[in-house]
């Protein structure tokens, strides 16, 4: 049995920690989270933190196996301004040595009770449904369940060389990375800083502050480099433990260490239930004025040779099979078990093919079946090869998406594409 004891930092200590160091709107902070806990204290204002250097050069260091640019139109280094504090450095704890076991069976956790004092145990258990992010490397897969990036929301892992897995619950974004910075191996963690309502990340070696959606330096010495993108998938436990039946999952703190040592949460609590279904976007008054989607809506997007286009979870899900090209890129969409959304290239070996559906995990092309969560052909032809991602981020809400991609279009509501349902 996986047992630690450990003494409690639950949110309310934190809050009353960070409380002393920020100037708090709680009243904010639990109206848009619908929550009484989270691991950090949040806020609405814009501070001009000047904690980086908002200048300086970098040398980009992703794009060695051939990543596709990440043209966003941004205008760099993103003035303090535009910056908001939600949180104080550090407050929400990045894992930085992580633990894995097969599953969380026999995962307890002892904690202090913030209400009454009296110890207490928690007893945890990864459900197939609850939604990880999976990542596999050299044969390797490993899936992080966001039940623990809610809370941590930055993970340092080495897999395949250092890996950088990161979730920000506010956009419903996730961003895999090579985690060097300058070619050199770093630790990443949480800056407390938000940039349009998305997490803003630090650097240990030079402590530039990094957009996690764009995985580009947005502040800092390393400005305007980019982190090389590793694939990944957002899907449920269950899902990706069927197609990868040897994977590990990560551990949820204490056996996972982090930023502020064996640092825990009550990982059966939720600290956003609810924000999903609300139309209430990051913290503060933040505005949202386009009509097309409800702004929590789940998107997946692709922005290739000067285009970007946004693709509904519904909307694939109503037509079954989108065979589309963007800025020149023939892709295919698709939606797998347990509303896993996925984009990928549809050109293999100099051919581009034209998907159908197959049955509820696979789609078909080429003479071959390519199982829908990873792109990998598991017959005919093609078996064994995997298609490249056609998106550089998992699946977000739509806001998150339209706020990094002003100029988007939308699959089934905007007349763009060449799109073929099958």
């Known amino acids: 049995m996986r047992r630690l004891c450990y003494p409690d930092t639950q949110p309310r200590v934190l809050f009353e920690r960070c409380r002393a160091t920020v100037d708090v709107n709680r009243r904010t902070y639990l109206a848009v989270l619908g929550a009484a806990s989270l691991a950090g204290c949040v806020g609405g204002d814009s501070d001009g933190a000047t904690a980086t250097e908002a200048a300086g050069t970098g040398t980009p260091t992703g ?46 956790i002892e904690q202090q009770d913030p209400q009454t004092g009296e110890a207490r145990t928690l007893t945890l258990d990864l459900s197939p449904d609850d939604r990880v992010i999976g990542v596999e490397r050299d044969g390797t897969a490993r899936a992080y369940p966001l039940r623990v990036l809610n809370w941590h929301e930055v993970v340092n892992d080495s897999l395949g060389g250092p890996l ?14 090579v985690r060097r910075v300058d070619g050199e191996e770093s630790i990443f ?89 609300t139309t209430r976007i990051g913290i503060g008054a933040n505005s949202f004025d386009d009509d097309r989607l409800h702004p929590k809506t789940t998107v997946i997007g692709v922005r290739t040779g000067g285009e970007a286009r946004a693709y509904p979870l519904p909307a694939v ?50 003479g071959s079946r390519w199982e829908i969560a990873t792109g990998r052909a598991v017959d ?43």
Not at 326 to 346: K, Q
Not at 360 to 366: K, N, P, V
């Open 317 to 366: 899900e109503s037509t079954g099979v989108v065979n589309d090209t963007v800025g020149g890129t023939p892709v295919v969409v698709a939606v797998g078990p347990d509303d896993t959304l996925v984009a990928y290239e549809r050109t293999v070996d100099g051919e581009t093919l034209t998907f159908r559906a197959d049955d509820g995990r696979h789609l078909s092309a080429g």
């Open 63 to 108: 794009g060695d196996d051939g990543d596709r640019p990440r043209d966003s139109g941004v205008s760099l280094p993103v003035p303090d301004s535009e910056l908001t504090r939600g949180a104080p450095k550090d407050a929400i704890p990045a894992i930085t040595d992580p633990e894995f076991a097969t599953d969380w069976s026999d995962v307890e």
């Open 164 to 177: 950088l897995v990161t979730f920000c619950p506010l956009c419903g974004s996730g961003t895999t990375a």
């Open 189 to 277: 963690g949480v800056s407390g800083m938000l940039w349009r309502s998305d997490l803003v990340m630090y650097d240990e070696a030079t402590d530039s502050r990094w957009s996690q959606i764009m995985a580009t330096a947005i502040q800092g010495p390393m400005v305007g480099a980019e982190l090389e993108l590793v694939p990944s998938t957002m899907t449920t436990w269950g899902t990706w433990r069927e197609s990868h039946p040897e994977t590990a999952v990560l551990l949820p703190p204490p056996f996972s260490n982090t930023v502020e040592g064996e640092s825990t949460r009550n990982y059966d609590v939720d600290p956003y239930s609810g924000y999903a279904n």
């Open 380 to 422: 005919g032809p093609h078996e064994g090869t995997t298609l490249a991602p056609a998106n550089d981020a998992s699946p977000m809400f739509w806001f998150a998406w339209l706020d990094f991609n002003p100029e988007t279009t939308v699959y089934g509501l905007d007349e763009v594409g060449t799109a073929d349902g099958q």
